[in-house]
């Protein structure tokens, strides 16, 4: 099987940085530095940040803003409240502010789908759009975006990475679904009458500020308040927060776009998104994408959505089987219901349907270790795709010394439980470079994409940097039915 390696190789860039709050955790850390910058005269503040904007202005499109937001954040510790000068306002957010470098440590795990604008693409060609998993300083994990071209001929052109990146705006009133919430309340044991009372009001579709209204009310209609209502009402404030909308200016180019943590369930970082253009059974189109939250301690699996990647939902995932990572949606329905690939044992590869995108129960095994190369475990690389012989799941197999490979099966196109083929060697093994890195001997790809009748496989190389890879269609569907 002829399988080629690109020459194309992204590796992480430490001059991308965003400029994150730098804010001590103990109130009289922050009263000691805002004292020291309310004492400055009105001439020092100026050279100061004279400096400040002569050393970071070309590192940032709009700095002033974002000084400003963490200027608010302090805000409540300062105990003179006559107005500041401007000046001082940005001063005091540069002092609790600090750069952030993205992907210092890897730019890896990628993931790969057609480019929602095709316009100008030259006949037998394929824009795309490519997310990897970026990590920075504390292993806090991002994602971050590249575009690029599949030329006519095969040839894989990526398009030139900005200098900079720009977290987008949180929508301040994002809009949720009922029917999800009222799903993960009976998940979480918190089907009361609580929660049903401040439930009861809201619409199919509201908002924060809807939501917020609502708690109020029975908050106010239930005092003195018992334990039961206090830790309903901390659920719902916990579900609403990891239920978020994002949006970014349209002038920001695809690699300028970075979605950073946001909820306290991600705060240790966002893992191993794997995106897929959906297509309904009416035609219309929707990216997906699940990826991993982690909080340092415990993971959740969350659901994204956009038309645009320009703007994003953020959604819980719900049901008995959302536990662990590696969850990939299929490209369609099957037979009228939505099929997910997961992984249940951090062993075997599982299947599992539903008539609701965002609730997952009764996961099927689907895929057992076989070969030694998988010995250890077997899951998979990102979502099917769809050939005329089946759907094509590429898989990462673990083996000896904990060796990830990238393999391939074969599932039937009408009943999708039932494997037709599967390589008995692996279709990628790590070599040369490939081998070294923040985890060795690794090669993962979170999904790849059909064009033109090949495969074309974007992959990470040990937990540090990105390739692309691809393999003729034919040839792979060969071995996986020989």
């Known amino acids: 099987m002829h399988l080629r390696r690109h020459e194309i190789m992204l590796l992480p860039e430490s001059a ?68 500041l000068s401007r000046p001082r306002q940005l001063l005091i957010g540069a002092l609790f502010s600090g750069e952030y470098a993205l992907e210092s440590a890897a730019l890896f795990n990628p993931s790969i789908v057609p480019h929602p604008d095709q316009s100008d693409v030259p006949e037998g060609g394929l824009r795309f759009i490519m997310s990897l998993r970026a990590t920075g300083e504390g292993h806090i994990s991002s994602i971050e975006f590249r575009s690029g071209l599949i030329a006519p001929d095969g040839h894989i052109h990526l398009d030139s990475t900005s200098r900079f990146v720009t977290v987008p705006e949180v ?12 799903h993960k309340f009976r998940e979480m044991g918190f089907d009361n009458a609580f929660a049903e009372s401040v439930m009861a009001p809201l619409a199919n579709d509201f908002t924060r500020d809807d939501l917020n209204q609502s708690v109020g009310t029975v908050r106010h209609e239930n005092q003195p308040a018992n334990h039961e209502l206090k830790r309903t009402l901390e659920c719902i404030q916990w579900l609403a927060d990891s239920n978020y909308e994002l949006r970014f200016p349209s002038k920001l180019g695809i690699s300028e776009r970075i979605i950073f943590p946001v909820s306290p369930n991600e705060s240790n970082g966002i893992e191993d998104a794997r995106f897929v253009k959906f297509v309904e059974d009416d035609g219309s189109v929707m990216y997906y994408a699940t990826y991993t939250a982690y909080n ?42 939505y099929a997910m690939l997961s992984r249940q044992d951090d062993e075997n590869l599982f299947i599992m349907f539903s008539d609701n995108l965002h609730y997952w129960n009764d996961p099927q095994l689907l895929v057992r270790p076989a070969e030694v190369w998988e010995s250890v475990k077997v899951g998979n690389c990102g979502s099917p795709i769809e050939t005329p012989a089946g759907w094509l799941v590429i898989t990462h197999g673990v083996g000896p010394m904990r060796k990830y490979c990238i393999g391939a099966v074969l599932l039937d196109l009408e009943d999708p439980t039932k494997v037709i083929g599967r390589l008995s060697k692996p279709l990628l093994s790590p070599e040369g470079i490939e081998r070294e890195g923040y985890v060795p001997n690794v090669v993962y790809s979170c999904g790849s994409l059909l064009h ?5 496989l974007p992959y990470a190389m040990s937990d540090k940097a990105t390739a692309i890879a691809s393999v003729p269609l034919d040839e792979l569907l060969a071995a996986l039915l020989s």
């Open 452 to 456: 033109d009748d090949k495969i074309i």
């Open 171 to 182: 929508v301040v009133n994002p809009s949720y679904r009922k029917s999800s919430f009222i």
């Open 296 to 337: 340092g301690r415990a993971i959740l699996p969350q659901f994204i959505e956009t038309k645009d990647f320009l703007h994003f939902r953020v959604i819980t995932l719900n049901g008995g089987a959302v536990q662990n990572k590696g969850m990939a949606l299929f490209p369609r329905r099957v037979n009228g219901h």
């Open 16 to 83: 991308r940085v965003i400029i994150r709050p730098f804010i001590p955790s103990e109130p009289h850390r922050i009263a000691a530095i805002l004292g020291r910058a309310l004492a400055l005269t009105e001439e020092e503040v100026t050279e100061e940040l004279d400096a400040v904007h002569q050393e970071f202005d070309s590192r940032h499109f709009d700095i002033e803003r974002q000084l400003l937001e963490h200027y608010h954040k302090v805000v409540p510790h300062i105990v003179d409240q006559h107005p």
